[in-house]
Structures are given as C-alpha cells and as structure tokens.
C-alpha cells in the first residue's frame, strides 16, 4: 500500500480566500434581505442587485458525520442605523451546533436560543466562537472594512428561517455615535 501526501485547501488568514478546488460561491444582495432591516424605506433606497455579505464553501461531502467549511465575507455598511448583516438562522436540525472563527474586520455575531433569549459576542480576527445547538445566529458587520469569519457545521443541520419570522429579539443599531443592542420584538 502506498500512502499519498495530499494537498488539502487553505486559507489566507489576512483576507479569508479559499485556495481550493471547485470553491463554491453564493452572493447574498440586497434585495435578499426582505423582512431583515428595521427600516424599509432605508432598505429600498439601496439597489437590490447591492451585495451585502457572500459566502464561500469547500466542497465537502454530505451525509452523517460530514462537515461544511464556509467563509463569509460580510461587506461593511449600514441601512436606515443598523449595519449590514446576514439573514440569520436556526439549524433544521436543531441539536447541531457550529464554530465561527473571526478572519478579519471587527463585528458582534447575534445568538439567540429557542426561548428568545438573545445574546452577541465580538467577533474579531482569531475570536472563536462556538454556537450550541438550538441558538439561531446572525453575523453583524459593525466596522469599516469586510468581516470575514470562517464556520464549520455538519453538512445535516440544515437551514430553518421559518421559526425567525418573528425575527430576533435583539437589533444592534448606531445610536448617539455608539454600538447599541436594543431589545425589540421583531428584529
Ligand atoms: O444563511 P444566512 O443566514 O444567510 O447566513 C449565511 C451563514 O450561514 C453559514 O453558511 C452557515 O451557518 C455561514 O457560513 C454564514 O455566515
């Protein structure tokens, strides 16, 4: 038996790109994000084909036991006064969990459990930050570059945004020149 020295992918921990084969790729605009940001007429002043965060994964394999490996590039920027962010989710399957590492740019990642409690943590380059099963969690870019944070999650969790149609029972908005949290009903 022979045993094989192979290439694995890697990343350039300054920027977050992939060095890999077949990097899958998918741009989250705009026009995406109907329903996320506080203030609609903010949000329909923007172009709907804007980019607002983009994701890119390893092609990994699926099934049981299988993880996925993806970069998200959030792009700085805010709409009405919260800053751009991700759409935010559950797992479908709710009892899996997933780790965020912070590449670069500076922001506050947005967990909340199945009670609506709801809670952030800064997210920075080398932040680690484990998400339990059952915690739904939004990225949230609040700096003046791209914040690119690195996830690993099993390829079985899925995606529910369903059960946030409510929204989050947090938003992080730029009031009185600071970072601010305000607990609302539909964030
Ligand atoms: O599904 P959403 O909420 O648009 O966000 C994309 C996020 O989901 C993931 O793909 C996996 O949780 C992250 O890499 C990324 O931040």
Do not use: C
């Not at 009670?115 to 700096?143: F, M, Q, Y």
């Not at 899925?158 to 964030?187: C, M, P, T, W």
Request: glycine share 12%.
């Amino acid at each position: 038996m022979s045993i094989t020295f192979n290439k694995p992918p890697s990343v350039a921990f300054l920027t977050g790109q992939f060095t890999a084969e077949n990097v899958i790729k998918k741009v989250t605009r705009s026009g995406d994000l109907s329903g996320v940001f506080h203030d609609i007429a903010a949000w329909q002043a923007i172009p709907s084909d804007t980019p607002i965060y983009e994701v890119e994964m390893l092609n990994s394999l699926q099934g049981e036991g299988e993880l996925y490996v993806g970069m998200t590039h959030l792009h700085p920027g805010r709409v009405g006064n919260e800053f751009h962010m991700t759409r935010g989710h559950f797992h479908q399957r709710r009892e899996q969990g997933e780790v965020y590492f912070g590449i670069r740019g500076s922001g506050l990642l947005l967990l909340q459990n199945e009670h609506r409690k709801a809670w952030l943590e800064h997210v920075s380059p080398g932040s680690v930050h484990i998400i339990p099963g059952d915690t739904a969690h939004r990225l949230i870019n609040t700096g003046s570059e791209v914040l690119s944070a690195l996830a690993v999650w099993p390829s079985i969790a899925g995606h529910d945004y369903g059960s946030l149609a409510q929204g989050f029972a947090a938003r992080v908005v730029l009031q009185d020149g600071k970072i601010q949290a305000k607990e609302v009903q539909n964030g």
